[in-house]
């Protein structure tokens, strides 16, 4: 049985680039020009990402909580390339703050420079935050939401990473309300490996946090409330997290 499934895996991956080199060259003529044909392109992808997923590999997706539609930062939780896919299509117009890598990557590169995305040198934390901050009000006549992954970088279900410093200070520089959001997808798609587990993925909008807080109780607020939000979806999956006498590993 797991070698059937990870042979649906696997052909589910690789058509998953076949498509987006498919979808990537079909709209490109229309991004060129317009950042609603790159956006529309990018939501085409979630979409059939989804759908696929579900009869290909028995991967349900779900979004919960209210989609914010509204000119927002979203402070999210990551573990895999599907929360990316599960927030991007939900909200209107979605723009990450992304890793500066990325932009040299095919397909994904052009186009998430296209939609707004706001590359990122990591290496540098500081010089990296003050980029990102002008970046974003150089952007600024770029409707959308800002998605910020506040630990930085995929982390594995159960596994604790602290919070970096560059939410708090979009929060603040913005003047924007937050929509922390959690998720488990983790579960079902690992940061690495063929593997696609059956189940219901689940990224979760959570209730937003108003403008103007201070930055330690920002960042107390967000951490405790994304951390306790995706503990509970990963209980929901079927994850035993350490400490923790329920469900399955």
Not at 37 to 46: D, H, I, V
Not at 67 to 90: C, M, N, R
Request: proline share 5%.
């Amino acid at each position: 049985m797991y070698a059937f499934q990870w042979l649906r895996s696997l052909i589910f991956i690789v058509l998953m680039y076949v498509m987006m080199l498919v979808l990537g060259i079909v709209f490109f003529p229309w991004a060129v020009f317009s950042r609603r044909g790159a956006l529309a392109a990018c939501k085409a992808y979630c979409k059939w990402v989804r759908w696929s997923a579900r009869w290909m590999v028995g991967l349900r997706t779900e979004v919960r909580g209210t989609v914010p539609t509204d000119e927002v930062l979203i402070a999210a939780k990551h573990q895999s390339f599907l929360d990316i896919i599960l927030i991007f299509g939900a909200v209107p117009a979605g723009k990450f703050i992304m890793k500066r890598e990325l932009m040299y990557a095919p397909i994904i590169g052009q186009y998430a420079l296209r939609i707004g995305c706001v590359p990122v040198n990591r290496g540098k934390r500081s010089a990296a935050i003050r980029k990102m901050v002008s970046d974003v009000a150089r952007g600024a006549q770029e409707p959308g939401q800002l998605i910020i992954y506040s630990q930085g970088t995929r982390i594995a279900p159960g596994v604790k990473a602290p919070y970096k410093v560059g939410s708090s200070v979009l929060y603040q520089e913005l003047g924007q309300d937050c929509v922390p959001a959690a998720t488990n997808v983790g579960v079902f798609w690992p940061r690495r490996g063929i593997y696609r587990k059956p189940g219901l993925a689940v990224v979760e909008f959570l209730p937003r946090i108003p403008a103007g807080e201070r930055k330690d109780t920002f960042m107390a607020r967000l951490e405790r409330e994304v951390e306790t939000a995706s503990d509970a979806l990963l209980r929901e999956a079927g994850f035993q997290l350490e400490g923790s006498n329920d469900g399955m590993g």
